[in-house]
């Protein structure tokens, strides 16, 4: 696989590397779906039973209803570009999606238990930081073999 540099300069993605983070992205966009549908679930449990979330916590959910419509737009985009071959453009909307996933899910598990949803907030933004470390990592390294293959080539050399 072939990412275009800034330079509009052709580098190599190794294929092993995009079927590992398609195999990730799937995995993760299971759970998420899990997640929410079983949060959804036991908000209908608890709707019949005692009285009505969907009146009461309106706003988290409509605040819900947007992070799920944000990750269904990038998951989609996310399936555009793998299709299409781009590599660090793919990865970095498939993390968004699945920040977005996240994020939607744990505002739908802050109407049923906020204590719960605190501690997975955190984990949350543990996640957040390695997905930015790791984006920063690999910019870092497509612009150092952008920069190491311009230094290379005969078009660079002045007098």
Known sequence: METVSADNQT???????????????????????MVNAGIIGLLQLMNQQYFSVFETQKPTLICFCLLV?????????????????????????????????????????????MD?????????????STVVYNTFNDIKIIYSEANRTSADSPHSSRA
Do not use: Q
């Open 11 to 33: 580098l190599s993605i190794p294929g092993d590397e995009m079927e590992m983070f398609n195999a990730y992205s799937a995995a993760v966009h299971k759970v998420v779906t």
């Open 69 to 113: 419509f944000f990750y269904v737009v990038l998951r989609v985009r996310e399936a555009i570009d793998l299709r299409r071959g781009y590599g660090f453009v793919a990865r970095l909307v498939g993390h968004t999606s699945h920040l977005f996933g996240g994020l939607a899910a744990l505002v739908l598990i802050s109407v049923v238990c």
């Open 116 to 128: 719960f949803a605190y501690v997975l907030l955190l984990l949350w933004f543990v996640w957040l």
